[in-house]
């Protein structure tokens, strides 16, 4: 079995299993409105859940690699890596504009990355495509309120 993660919009966390033929077994799409980071791992936990499967089912990860915004690549990525380099299984990343899972399920670039993974066992990671440098300002300082403490 194959996860398929796609966290490009910042709003959603989108998962499928699919087999090895690309054959979609279950999807499952979740709102998360600005905690995608922390909703990844849950999510999964619940696809499978809801599979009757267990993650050591897995035998690749396919990961929506960007362009996309810097946490939202980010979130998607981590995880897929963490669970490929956790479970000694490939994890490839997909480039490209991906509206959704669905279209992400129906591109050639996903049907190369199946391939991909049916051919090498060996554990591999997939590398984030931000497509800009990251927009990382300097954190404004608080005011700090001071409180006299009278003796």
């Known amino acids: 079995m194959i996860l398929v993660v796609h966290t490009l919009d910042q709003s959603k966390v989108q998962l499928a299993w699919v087999e090895s033929t690309g054959k979609v077994l279950k999807a499952l799409r979740k709102t998360v409105q600005g905690r995608q980071t922390e909703m990844v791992t849950p999510t999964i936990d619940l696809l499978l859940k809801k599979s009757k ?6 035998s690749g990860i396919i990961v929506a690699s960007g362009p996309g915004g810097f946490t939202a690549v980010r979130s998607g990525v981590v995880v897929a890596n963490a669970f490929g380099f956790a479970l000694g299984i490939p994890v490839v990343g997909v480039e490209g504009a991906f509206s959704g899972v669905d279209d992400l399920l129906v591109s050639d670039r996903f049907s190369r990355a199946l391939t991909h993974i049916k051919r090498t066992r ?25 409180h006299k403490l009278r003796v």
């Open 122 to 146: 060996k554990p591999t990671q997939a590398r984030p495509a931000y497509g800009a440098q990251p927009n990382i300002s300097k954190a404004k300082r608080k005011k700090v309120q001071q």
């Open 53 to 58: 499967l267990a993650v050591s089912a897995l």
